[in-house]
């Protein structure tokens, strides 16, 4: 337990955590509102608008005796200060008394209110943030109903100051609360805000270049405690009264960011119901209150005009719209005629409800083939003994633990878990970063090691060596629970190379979380580094107890999900080979991968189920359309093993249903039951039949956590307009190793490197955060911010090739080719050309190939 | 580039700070002397040599009164008009000064030559009214005494407008 103080509010006494904030203690113990603009729980304490001025006081001693003097009535003499006190920069201890309420506090809010709304413009009805301003409210509650300022002294400023594609300024309704400026400093690290001239003339401004346009850029609009900052998305949009808040979950990385969808009946739109926009919902063990620009702006796919609303059937070789009766008649009629020899891929932006009612499907059609995509995974069960202990929180992080970051470029594949990951190195946790190529993350590690294309596990396998050699090991856990040790010390006996200060770090960390991609890895070298990554953790002990563990960096939402539920990537790698004679492909374009291409053409008969008309779907005999996250209920389970549930945010477009029902609308015509009433019956049916989701109920999913701080709670006057864990904050499921079974180390069989000869290159797919997808393009207003199809070359290979910066080439591997602009600097090791996936709309491999990259034009010259 | 142009005094400059984006300041006083202005190119280039944002830098610049941020006359005049100034006759002073340069309140004259505006104190309240031109103070002032100093400066300016013009005849 943490030390408390005796901490006295307006005469009341408290027990309080010593060292706590004033203002959070005020709030969370004693339920007294200091009020604040400048102050942000999340940021570094400055004292700058002066708004939260109190009364403070100590209780007086004797010099000598040390005792307490008291008046005559008893109660301790205090002696308060001579002035007030900014609450924000003050810390609570023993023998504090505050008083919040007294005449001159009351009047000091008065006047610092009168200062503020001086130059303030007063445009509340046209402003956005009007209905949920805490200068608004905080006015309302403790202003001068008058002032005193002139009218023609009013300081006028820009009004539409764009400080990024995004993110627009009013720089009249700013109040110089920094709150933008340290958030991008503290938080980001990214300082391209900053103050410019001083007193009544003080401004936000920025020169950068870029300018204003990190992933993170839409949360200064949430903290904002003004309408200064406004969202290309949302500004005009609406009111926030009018906007009902719908507890979801994003769909687009493995994080599971907590959100919410603000929707309103929409004229614009044909009064339907529409999302205006996306606010991050609290929960502090997985966004805290920040989301991405991803997750904030890229939900326009939900109700996009080019999302397919009626099922279409194959007639005389063209696709056609058909009734959804005649579309499952005619799937039926296709997987009937194909047998059991049928098979499934799903996508990972399904639900569980969904995966399951596909699984369903399938078993009742006989088939036992549940394919997960992208086919380039590895075998994900060491996960289901290593993974994240429940608990695992990376804001507990800090000195004497440590996280290894291997195989991804945590930015862009999930970026709360780069803010998150960036904080708890700035806390003092060693930061290890592991990687083919610089990363932006790798400016804040202890230590940053490369390995060459495909050699992720070789590191780790070097790290286990070196901890095992130098006894950096947890001995009694291996003595009691482990097997396969003695397997592993032989095979590991004649490895060397692995960095010493590395394993030093990591071993005897007090925690320590590996985060693992698969960037620049095949299924082979994927399945290898999350093996050796196990073996690593258990080997030093970290492994059971919570912020220890493996973090997996899923390429989707629900990946987890569908693991837990039984699809299998090496599933998806057997069907490619030997596709059988009918796919159910859903949730997934394999179509973008030509050996998925290939497999579509090769299956007789093909039912996609898609949001999309997408390159698979046009290779598809019948296309059933499914719903997004926000039209229907339903649960992700993120990659720490959290089931998290979101809601039916507004109606489903056109005809389209959830993939779960579509699923058993088919499987009727096999003998299956009729479609059960709603998704929460197919999570009973799950918590039946999968043993970790045996406690997992869509009642259950409501439950909250106390959130600390409570950001999101009292309208937003403190935090801004992040929400409060409405709907719930998700249930993680326990890593096997909590439990007392036994511990798994095996050897690694690492496939190594890559290997390059002199005149080639090897095309190393990556993950971008802003891709072509259309889950995510259809969001328009990121379209400038999505980068041209490039690839990435050395200078060395540059030069060998004949290409220049700018120029037009084509890369082309396995047959498949994309025409890209060429990028030529030191990010590309030699013989590497890295090939951003899905920027484009040609296929191409999804894992490290061997190809070769032509000039087909010579750049434009620029400035023309 | 101050960097190519200027490489000893940076140099220099360096030397004297443990860290270098210290130097951010007489950097910017480099740049200003360079161009006339800070101009946001000088920014960034300075930006660059410390190893700051240049968002950071202009914030800097912003700050402080004696960087301008655009471009103003050869002749930047700032004249004290706070409240001791002020009872010594700084404001009849510098309304006079206008008229005889033709000039709004803060702007330039036609030809280029002299910007005037009015400052905050520059601690000189005894020897009201008074001036600083370049950072050059002028004090005890009357409109004689200034009309003295404005044509000294045209003269001046004259002077080295006919040598460049000699220069670039030859």
């Known amino acids: 337990m943490t030390e408390t103080v005796t901490l006295h509010i307006d005469g009341v006494s408290y027990e309080v955590p010593a060292g706590m904030n004033l203002v959070d203690a005020a709030r969370v113990y004693a339920g007294v ?21 109190v009364d403070i006081g100590f209780e007086m001693r004797d010099r000598e005796s040390g005792e307490l003097l008291l008046n005559e009535d008893g109660t301790p003499q205090i002696r308060w200060g001579r002035k007030l006190e900014t609450a924000c920069t003050t810390t609570v201890r023993a023998g504090m008394h505050v008083r919040t309420m007294t005449e001159p506090v009351q009047e000091a809010r008065k006047d610092v209110l009168e200062f503020l709304l001086s130059s303030h413009p007063l445009d509340c009805p046209i402003c956005d943030k009007g209905g949920e301003c805490p200068l608004q409210s905080l006015t309302m509650r403790h202003g001068p109903a008058t002032s005193r300022m002139v009218l023609e002294d009013k300081m006028h400023l820009a009004k539409h100051v764009p400080l990024g594609d995004l993110i627009y300024l009013d720089r009249e309704r700013c109040i110089q609360c ?38 993170f850029s839409g949360n200064t609009t949430d903290i904002c405690p003004v309408g200064a900052l406004t969202t290309a998305d949302f500004r005009f949009g609406a009111r926030p009264w009018e906007l009902q808040d719908v507890p979801s979950i994003c769909p687009h990385c493995p994080v599971g960011c907590n959100i919410v969808a603000s929707t309103r009946l929409d004229r614009d739109a044909g009064g339907v119901k529409v999302i205006k926009r996306i606010l991050p919902r609290q929960n502090e063990a997985v966004n805290e209150i920040w989301i991405c620009d991803k997750g904030r702006f890229g939900h326009h796919h939900s109700l996009s005009p080019d999302r397919l609303a009626a099922p279409l059937i194959r007639k005389n070789g063209e696709l056609v719209e058909a009734s959804w009766d005649e579309a499952i008649q005619a799937a039926a009629e296709g997987l009937q005629a194909a047998g059991k020899n049928v098979g499934v891929i799903a996508g990972p932006m399904l639900s569980n409800e969904d995966l399951w009612g596909l699984r369903e499907l399938a078993e009742g059609l006989g088939s036992k083939r549940l394919g997960l995509w992208p086919a380039s995974l590895g075998d994900a069960k060491p996960l289901d003994e290593v993974g994240v202990a429940s608990g695992t929180n990376f804001a507990a992080l800090g000195k004497g633990d440590a996280v290894l970051v291997i195989a991804t470029d945590l930015e862009e594949e999930a970026p709360i878990w780069y803010l998150r990951v960036k904080q708890a190195a700035d806390r003092g946790a060693a930061l290890i970063v592991a990687n083919t190529r610089t990363t932006k993350l790798d400016h804040y590690a202890a230590q940053t090691l490369r390995f060459a294309v495909g050699g992720a596990a070789d590191v780790l396998n070097g790290l286990t060596a070196a901890a095992i050699g130098q006894k950096w090991i947890a001995e009694d856990l291996i003595e009691s629970r482990v097997s396969g040790f003695g397997d592993l010390q032989k095979a590991l006996k004649n490895v060397s190379g692995g ?17 693992a991609g698969n960037d620049g890895l095949d299924a082979e070298g994927h399945t290898a580094l999350l093996q050796a990554a196990a073996n690593f953790l258990i080997v030093t002990g970290h492994v059971g107890r919570a912020h220890n563990g493996l973090l997996p960096v899923w390429p989707g939402a629900n990946t987890q999900g569908a693991l837990d539920l039984g699809y299998e990537s090496a599933d998806t790698r057997r069907m490619l080979s030997r596709t059988p004679r009918a796919l159910l492909v859903a949730g997934a374009d394999i179509a973008a991968d030509p050996a998925g291409a290939k497999a579509l053409q090769k299956a007789d008969f093909v039912v996609c189920m898609t949001l999309f008309p997408d390159a698979t779907a046009e290779a598809a005999d019948v296309v059933l359309p499914i719903q997004s996250t926000t039209e229907r209920d339903g649960t992700f389970t993120n990659a720490e093993r959290r089931v998290q549930r979101f809601y039916t945010a507004h109606g489903p477009l056109g005809e389209s249903l959830s993939a779960w029902e ?16 709603n998704p929460a019956l197919v999570m009973k049916a799950i918590a039946a039949a999968v043993k970790p989701y045996a406690d997992i109920s869509f009642p259950a999913l409501t439950a909250a956590e106390v959130q600390m701080p409570p950001i999101g709670e009292a309208k937003g006057f403190y935090g801004g307009t992040a929400r409060p864990p409405i709907g719930g904050t998700g249930i993680q499921l326990p890593a096997r190793s909590e439990g007392r079974g036994k511990l798994h180390v095996k050897p690694v069989d690492a496939p190594g490197a890559f290997e390059v000869g002199e005149d080639e290159l090897l095309v190393v ?39 220049a910066s700018g120029d037009t080439v ?49 750049a434009l010259p620029v400035g023309d | 580039m101050l960097k190519d142009k200027y490489p000893d005094r940076i140099e220099a400059i360096f030397a004297k700070y443990p860290d270098k984006r210290s130097a951010v300041m007489p950097l910017l006083y480099l740049a200003q002397e360079e161009y006339g202005y800070i101009t946001p190119e000088a920014y960034r280039e300075i930006g660059e040599m410390i190893g700051v944002d240049p968002t950071q830098v202009q914030s800097i610049a912003g700050f402080y009164t004696m960087f301008r941020e ?83 400066w045209r003269a001046k300016a004259q002077a080295e407008a006919d040598t460049d013009d000699t220069a670039e005849e030859a």
């Open chain 1, 33 to 53: 509102e200091i009020p604040v603009f400048c102050y942000h729980p999340k940021l570094e304490p400055v004292g700058m608008c002066r708004m939260c001025l």
């Open chain 1, 178 to 215: 920094a709150r933008c400026i340290r958030f991008q400093d503290e938080i980001v690290g990214d300082d391209v805000l900053a103050f410019h001239e001083r007193g009544r003339r003080l401004q936000i401004v920025t020169i950068s270049d870029p300018p204003f346009d990190t992933y």
């Open chain 1, 499 to 515: 960095d010493e200060d590395a394993a030093e770090v990591l071993a005897r960390a007090e925690n320590l979380v590996i985060v």
């Open chain 1, 662 to 677: 579509a699923a058993a609308l088919l499987g009727q015509h096999f003998g299956l039951p009729a479609p059960r009433y």
């Open chain 1, 765 to 803: 797919p990556v993950r971008r955060l802003y891709d072509r997808t259309p889950e995510f393009a259809s969001s328009k207003l990121m379209h400038d911010r999505i980068p041209q199809p490039f690839v990435a070359l050395n200078e060395a290979d540059a030069a060998r090739l004949g290409v």
């Open chain 1, 810 to 858: 084509e890369v082309s591997a396995d047959g498949a080719a994309v025409t890209v602009t060429a990028v030529v600097d030191d990010y590309a090791p030699q013989g590497v050309a890295f090939l951003p996936l899905r920027l484009s709309a040609d296929p191409f491999p999804m894992i490290p190939v061997t190809g070769t990259v032509t000039r087909v034009a010579e």
């Open chain 2, 70 to 152: 655009e471009p103003k006359g050869k002749y930047w005049i700032q004249v004290c008009t706070d409240l001791p100034c002020a009872l010594r006759g700084a404001d009849e002073f510098y309304q006079a000064l206008l008229e005889e340069l033709n000039v709004e309140d803060g702007g330039t004259t036609e030809d280029g030559l002299f910007t005037v505006e009015q400052v905050m104190c520059l601690a000189a309240c005894d020897k009201a009214p008074m001036l600083q031109c370049n950072f050059h103070y002028h004090e005890n002032l009357d409109m004689d005494i200034m009309r003295e100093l404005i044509a000294e």
